[in-house]
């Protein structure tokens, strides 16, 4: 059983930055976040192939997002960087094995989430 603790959540302005952070009692093959809007389907945002290091991104967030990994912590990073209020959503810290990345059924194990909210 792996378990997943997100943080850094919170209000920002547009054009602002967060840092969230996924404490995992253990790394699986993929780690990634998705989000969760009001009203809409969750969606993957980033993940992370933790025994490569390669990182892929919705095409939504490139160039504003990056996922990193602290082995020394078992800790996976999202910095959030030039949000947009379309970023307002709650997000998800996932840990899962072989399979598409932004597809939910990768995953086996789920934080809590996290909200973000971006303001204009």
């Known amino acids: 059983l792996v378990q997943l603790v997100e943080s850094g959540g919170g209000s920002v302005q547009a054009g602002g930055s967060l840092r969230l952070a996924c404490a995992a009692s253990e790394y699986t093959y993929t780690m990634g976040w998705f989000r969760q809007a009001p009203g809409l389907e969750r969606e993957g945002v980033a993940a992370m192939y933790t025994v490569s290091g390669s990182t892929v991104y919705a095409d939504s967030v490139k160039g504003r997002f990056t996922i990193s990994q602290d082995n020394a912590k078992n800790t996976v990073y999202l910095q959030m960087n030039s949000l947009k209020p379309e970023d307002t959503a709650m997000y998800y810290c996932?840990?899962?094995?072989?399979?598409?990345?932004?597809?939910?059924?990768?995953?086996?194990?789920w934080g809590q989430g996290t909200q973000v909210t971006v303001s204009s």
């Open positions: 996932a840990a899962g094995g072989y399979g598409s990345w932004y597809s939910e059924k990768t995953y086996s194990y």
